[in-house]
């Protein structure tokens, strides 16, 4: 049978057709233009009230351009919007501004900026938070010194180390006063003797434990055992060492007693000082200086780590730009800013920026609202610096994971962590050579 059709078919069929062509196109809509650029959560406590404090949150495009601005107060929720910006990412800056009522009276402005932020982020504003950190310090005086042998010696308790002069021994300093030890509470002390050549002589680990806030007598003679050593040697000549910490845990990072330091500037090998099975574990943190470049590793498991860092760094400063090619490890980058020095005002800004990554890094500006806070205030005045340094930290794989982990305070000290400090001018500049990673402000924002 054959089927023929007639013109109300043929209507039918094409009211079908524009039915289902349109209901496809609403389907393939693009979802409306969200214009959030972040969201941050400020705590109760996290703004405080002592030295008129204030910190802004600032959102800006890739010349520096302000997109939106807002004093940030505690215990409240803020967001920045631009509907005009359509781009992905911007530069989010966390601004902070002081001034201080006693001592110097000097103001301060400090900022963060962390360059190439996804749009529609969410980051919580916490102070550090706690669990972590030294309780305190305590004093202290030490009796008993062998005065036969011993040059110096080392009191690392689980948060520092002091470093104790024989005051009895030829040729040293009379002084035999009050040290401080800031610790976590309470702490045992790790006693290190060494000759007058920095060589250790052995160590004690006595049980006895100490309490910050107070005073102790500590005695220092005892029957120290003998360290025992590994030999590391490397391919060619340059200035390394290592830190060597004890674990007293194996199931917590966080404690750590510095038993032995060793470097060398003049050969192929270094000798590393560990007592043995002292400690359950150990953490180390080594590192390489050589060709005005600096290099770290904090490992949390093992007594040295000289696997570092593998970068390259271009750099072209202009004005208030850094155009920059990272390439190599993946990591965080650190871009210092100075600014020309005044005695009442002092000036710091850190921008951060994703490693393997080819852009610009221009400074924000600021709005009328900051700068009239600052009589010394000047655009033009901030220098880019010369260096860039490279922060790869475990579990930390973005740019955005790195900001909330330090705008939420976590504190990362735990975390094995491998630190570069390069130069790509033709010098390193005053005070900030090898700033080191607590510029990455470890500590909590």
């Not at 504003?125 to 080392?154: I, M, R």
């Not at 250790?200 to 309490?211: E, N, W």
């Not at 973005?398 to 001018?425: M, R, V």
């Given at each position: ?79 920045l919007n631009s509907a005009s910006y359509t781009e992905s990412t911007f530069t989010l800056s966390f601004i902070e501004t002081m001034q201080y009522t006693t001592g110097s009276q000097q103001k301060h402005l400090t900022g963060k900026s962390f360059h190439g932020i996804k749009r529609g982020s ?249 700068i009239a806070k600052f009589d010394a205030y000047s655009y033009n005045s901030w220098q880019p610096e010369s260096q860039v340094e490279i922060l790869q930290l475990e579990s930390v794989s973005s740019l955005e994971e790195y900001a909330a982990s330090k705008t939420n305070g976590t504190w990362l ?33």
């Amino acid at each position: 049978m054959i089927h023929t059709s007639t013109p109300k078919t043929k209507a039918t069929l094409l009211l079908l057709f524009l039915s289902l062509f349109f209901a496809s196109s609403c389907d393939q809509e693009e979802e409306p233009f969200n214009p959030v650029l972040v969201t941050v959560q400020v705590s109760a406590d996290f703004i405080s009230s002592s030295n008129d404090q204030h910190i802004y949150l600032l959102a800006s495009d890739n010349e520096g351009n302000i997109l939106e601005y807002r004093q940030l107060e505690n215990d409240q929720t803020f967001e920045l919007n631009s509907a005009s910006y359509t781009e992905s990412t911007f530069t989010l800056s966390f601004i902070e501004t002081m001034q201080y009522t006693t001592g110097s009276q000097q103001k301060h402005l400090t900022g963060k900026s962390f360059h190439g932020i996804k749009r529609g982020s969410k980051f919580p504003l916490k102070k550090q938070l706690p669990g972590y950190g030294n309780a305190g310090f305590f004093n202290f005086t030490v009796q008993n010194f062998d005065d036969s042998k011993a040059n110096e010696y080392t009191l690392a308790s689980n948060g520092g180390i002091s470093y104790v002069t024989n005051p009895n021994y030829q040729g040293n300093p009379t002084f035999n006063g009050e040290y401080s030890l800031y610790s976590r509470n309470p702490t045992r002390l790790f006693v290190v003797k060494y000759d007058v050549d920095k060589k250790p002589l052995g160590y004690l680990f006595p049980s006895t434990t100490y309490t910050v806030s107070r005073e102790y007598t500590i005695d220092v003679d005892g029957t120290y055992s003998p360290f025992q050593t590994e030999v590391i040697n490397f391919s060619a000549n340059g200035f390394v060492g290592v830190a060597v910490y004890g674990r007293p845990r194996t199931d917590n990072y966080e404690e750590l007693y510095k038993i032995s330091n060793s470097s060398t500037s003049d050969n192929n090998s270094l000798t590393v000082y560990y007592p043995g099975t002292t400690f359950p574990g150990y953490a180390s943190l080594s590192w390489l200086n050589e060709n005005n470049s600096y290099y770290e590793n904090f490992n949390k498991s093992t007594r040295s780590d000289f696997d570092f860092l593998n970068v390259e760094a271009t750099m072209n400063v202009s004005n208030q730009t850094i155009t920059c090619s990272l390439k190599g490890n993946n990591g965080i980058a650190l871009f210092g800013f100075k600014f020309t020095k005044s005695d009442s005002e002092v000036y710091n800004w850190d921008s951060f920026v994703s490693v393997n990554s080819n852009q610009a890094i221009t400074l924000p500006k600021l709005p009328a609202e900051i700068i009239a806070k600052f009589d010394a205030y000047s655009y033009n005045s901030w220098q880019p610096e010369s260096q860039v340094e490279i922060l790869q930290l475990e579990s930390v794989s973005s740019l955005e994971e790195y900001a909330a982990s330090k705008t939420n305070g976590t504190w990362l000290g735990s975390l094995n962590f491998k630190y570069s400090h390069l130069n790509s001018g033709s010098s390193f500049t005053g005070e900030h050579r090898f700033r080191n990673y607590p510029d990455f402000f470890r500590d909590g924002f």
